[in-house]
């Protein structure tokens, strides 16, 4: 089955960085194209950062653009989120997933377009 793990979230100050890691197994990887999504307190989960299946196709959500950078690893298994110049409002859960496709460089942004998640890993910056 599926497994995704997700690692290297933490407190940090507001201007800092953080980079996250996804590892994946139960599947083949470089089969699926990959995201990440977040979802702070009392609010729904929301599209953060998407790549394909080749790594060479990458959208973001228009507050995180500049800031974060979506990479894999298909050797490892692996998804990354590089985040900079974080903000409060950048303070959530995150969770990364996967979405089995053909097309090597599509990528998803919708809730429905996955089906497996990990547990998420904690953000939290202050301000």
């Known amino acids: 089955q599926v497994q995704l793990v997700e690692s290297g979230g933490g407190l940090v100050q507001a201007g800092g960085s953080l980079r996250l890691s996804c590892a994946a197994s139960?599947?083949?990887?470089?089969?699926?194209?990959m995201g990440w999504f977040r979802q702070a307190p009392g609010k729904e989960r929301e599209f953060v950062a998407a790549?394909?299946?080749?790594?060479?196709?990458?959208i973001y959500t228009d507050p995180v653009k500049g800031r974060f950078t979506i990479s894999r690893d298909n050797a490892e298994n692996t998804v990354y989120l590089q985040m900079i110049s974080l903000k409060a409002e950048d303070t959530a859960v995150y969770y990364c997933?996967?979405?089995?496709?053909?097309?090597?460089?599509?990528?998803?942004?919708?809730?429905?377009?996955?089906?497996?998640w990990g547990q998420g890993t904690q953000v939290t910056v202050s301000s």
């Open positions: 997933s996967g979405r089995n496709t053909i097309l090597l460089h599509a990528t998803y942004t919708g809730l429905g377009d996955y089906f497996d």
């Open positions: 139960g599947l083949t990887f470089n089969n699926y194209a």
């Open positions: 790549i394909s299946r080749g790594g060479g196709t990458t």
